[in-house]
């Protein structure tokens, strides 16, 4: 069965600081995927990783994907108010057919 | 392009009443997905479709539940006898295989369901 592992679960840090989020599964995949959700909304796409080594970067916000270590990272770089929210990491359970295992989340709070 | 709709955005229902609720996915995503959420908690996949077939369904999805997709374009998730448990927010997802949006999925803004 396929798990995936966030953490930290919670994570107060203020603004300007730098932070990793990390996900770590349990079984092969090639497809990581990054949302945010903000309290009672729906989760919003930040990013698609689709290869080993892949990484992208929109904003403060930059993920990367290790396949071989079956972990991605979400780096967080000056921090703002802004983004303060839950992100979660999503791991492509059947390949290509996008069927997604999310982690636990985690609850970002930025203080200022 | 909207976005994946869902409707009703909220349905308060007593134990034992059936509830439905519909997604309508963006235009020309052959496939739909639907999701269920708990409080601090990350979604668990339910179903999904390509176009309207069905190819799918989690363990979580009790005989209670049923989805459709018919002609391939909106869909509609029916829980029938609903049980306290079943309280939760429903998300509807759809992506397009192949295309410049590869990979990607685009979720709605939700169903919270309570039973009461």
Redesign the interface.
């Known amino acids: 069965e396929l798990k ?1 592992e966030q953490n930290p679960l919670f994570l107060s840090m203020q603004e300007g600081k730098n932070y990793t989020i990390y996900c770590n599964y349990s079984t092969t995949s090639d ?1 990581l ?1 990054w ?1 945010r959700q903000d309290p009672g ?5 930040l990013f ?1 990783l ?1 290869s080993n080594g892949a990484v992208k970067q929109e904003g403060r916000l930059m993920a990367s994907l290790d396949t071989k270590a079956r972990l991605s990272t979400l780096h967080i770089t000056a921090a703002v108010h802004d983004l303060s929210a839950t992100y ?1 990491c ?1 791991v492509d ?2 390949f ?10 985690t609850r970002l709070t930025i203080i200022p | 392009d909207t976005g994946v709709s869902q409707n009703p955005r909220h349905k308060i229902t007593k134990r034992g009443q059936n509830v439905t609720f519909r997604c309508d996915p963006i235009s020309e995503h052959n ?1 739909l ?1 639907w ?1 269920r959420q708990t409080l ?6 339910l179903t ?1 479709f390509q176009n309207e077939a069905q ?2 369904k989690s363990r979580l999805l009790s005989d209670r539940f049923s989805a459709e997709r018919p002609k391939g374009s909106f869909s509609t998730l029916e829980i029938q006898r609903t049980e306290q448990g079943d309280s939760a927010m429903y ?1 509807c997802a759809s ?1 397009r ?1 192949g295309g410049l949006s ?9 169903t919270q369901l309570s039973v009461l």
Request: proline residues 2%.
């Open positions: 995936v497809r995927y949302y909304k729906s989760l919003e796409s698609v689709l979660f999503a359970l059947d290509g057919n996008e069927k997604l295992t999310f982690g636990t989340g | 496939r997905y999701y601090g908690q990350g979604p668990e996949f999904y190819l799918e998300l992506s295989r590869r990979g990607k999925v685009f979720f709605g803004s939700g």
